[in-house]
């Protein structure tokens, strides 16, 4: 099968030219401002763009949770992924403390093998042993180079700083990349605790039970942990100020530290846990919505190049497992989804309202994803041999908001009423067509798993920075 898509503005996060683009079989074969090969669907783009499929570094599909798994499991997931222009997604393998790190990681291949777009996983350790290191070496050699680690969730999945110091001397030795969760997970438990014994349980409580000072004293601390380790960092969901500015510290010093905000933290704010009971509970995730202070210095650390990427963190519920915390915020599920809203979002809010620029966007939500996960320049760039994962954005359609037309599973939306312009005409993945005009080919092959690179062989994008002070992650 050969597809030609002719006369549409092709946007990279370093070029915008007018050009028609050749698939055959999975690849892009040709970019050129004019091709004249035949081709056996030809799609006209003109006044359309051509953009890099998204890579969603942060999902959590049918993640386990003590209210039930979250609403959505990899197909409906990935449905509402390819919807929105994402065609490849990175979730999480977490196994249960005792659990061997390699048997999580086969079974998690297996629930996700229903999934329509590409994926991958990181893997996070919940412990540390020899055994975990011997793991983590071994998912580096399969293809699995990233390991998340939470300074949360203590009583569950989250780790000491003396666990997270052996892991990330681990992940480093063996070149891979360290992410980290960064809140303060005991200090965390003392104010949860102290409010609930007075009482306060409404979801306000939940927020101010993880102040954005905890978020940004444990930053701090990943990083020093990463500069001893010598180990690259990449900071997940990043939603405070004063963590960006231990983040820009450390990058002007040359530390190899990328960070990735998601679009609820750049949109929503605290406000929202002041309106009632059933609308609360929506946002209740970790770490909370911020104030708008916090908003604006995540856009302004986007358009400097101090965040790097942006995934979603889409982790949804339904609002009847919500309400198994109305009358405690600590039974609350942490989590909301959003996988199909972030390139729209991101275009309208920040593209068209002057935050960003286009080729900013692309590199947060695709080539960024791509460089820092070992998955460039297979994914993440439109050029020939890449994988011909392309979306045609029509930079004029309008859309509104809600749970009553999304694809996610979930009956909650925290957009609910968010008006959008620009939306995906075509979703094409793996020289496919998948999504043409909002209707999904119901011949679509499932996805693939993909295996990446290790930092070994990608470390140009992580090695300390010869030049402080002018940190430009990934740029080759
Ligand atoms: N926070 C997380 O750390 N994971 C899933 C969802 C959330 O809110
Ligand atoms: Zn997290
Ligand atoms: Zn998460």
Not at 103 to 108: G, I, Q, V
Not at 319 to 337: E, T
Not at 424 to 452: D, F, Q, S, T, W
Request: proline residues 5%; negative net charge.
């Amino acid at each position: 099968m050969s597809i030609l898509i002719h006369n549409g503005k092709v946007v990279t996060s370093a070029t915008e030219i007018i050009a028609d683009i050749l698939i055959e079989g999975d690849k892009i074969s040709n970019i050129a401002p004019s091709i004249k090969q035949k081709a056996d669907r030809i799609i006209d783009a003109s006044g359309m763009w051509v953009l890099p499929g998204g890579i969603d570094p942060h999902v959590h599909m049918q993640l386990p949770t003590p209210a039930g798994p979250s609403a959505d499991d990899f197909y409906s997931g990935s449905l509402a992924a390819l919807q929105g222009g994402t065609t490849t997604i990175i979730d999480f393998v977490t196994p249960s403390r005792g659990q061997s790190i390699i048997e999580a990681l086969k079974l998690r291949i297996e629930e996700a093998s229903n999934s329509l777009t590409d994926y991958t996983f990181h893997v996070s350790p919940v412990e540390w042993s020899k055994e975990v290191a011997s793991d983590i070496a071994h998912c580096i050699d399969m293809g699995f180079p990233s390991f998340k680690v939470y300074m949360a969730y203590k009583n569950s999945i989250g780790i000491d700083d003396n666990a997270l110091y052996h892991i990330m001397h681990t992940v480093a030795q063996n070149g891979g990349l360290v992410l980290a969760h960064c809140e303060l997970g005991d200090d965390i438990e003392v104010l949860r605790d102290f409010y609930a014994t007075q009482g306060l349980t409404s979801p306000k409580y939940h927020a101010l039970s993880r102040p954005a000072r905890y978020e940004a004293l444990a930053v701090k601390r990943a990083i020093d942990l990463a500069d001893q380790t010598q180990c690259p960092l990449y900071i997940v969901h990043v939603s405070a100020a004063d963590s960006v500015k231990h983040i820009v510290q450390a990058q002007k010093s040359g530390q190899p530290l990328f960070a990735e905000t998601c679009p609820q933290y750049l949109l929503l704010d605290e406000t929202l846990y002041d309106t009632e009971l059933l609308s609360a509970l929506k946002y209740v995730m970790s770490p909370p919505l911020r104030s708008h202070d916090d908003r604006e210095a995540l856009w302004k650390a986007i358009a400097n190049g101090n965040i790097q990427a942006i995934g979603t963190d889409h982790c949804p519920f339904l609002l009847k497992q919500k309400m198994l915390g109305n009358h405690d915020f600590r039974k609350v599920p942490n989590g909301a989804g959003g996988v199909e809203h972030r390139l729209t979002l991101l275009y309208t809010y920040g593209v068209l309202e002057d935050r960003i620029n286009l080729s900013k966007l692309v590199d947060a939500y695709s080539t960024q994803p791509a460089k820092l996960f070992g998955l460039y320049p297979q994914k993440g760039e439109l050029a020939i041999g890449s994988d011909a994962d392309i979306i045609i954005w029509d930079p004029n359609a309008q859309g509104s908001i809600s749970a009553a037309n999304h694809y996610s599973k979930s009956d909650l939306n925290i957009y609910e009423g968010f008006k959008t312009v620009g939306e995906p005409l075509y979703v094409i993945k793996n020289g496919v067509i998948a999504v043409e005009r909002g209707n999904l080919n119901h011949n679509l092959p499932v996805g693939k798993l993909i295996m990446r690179r290790s930092t070994k062989t990608t470390s140009h994008y992580y090695k300390r920075m010869d030049n402080p002070g002018s940190f430009n992650c990934g740029r080759v």
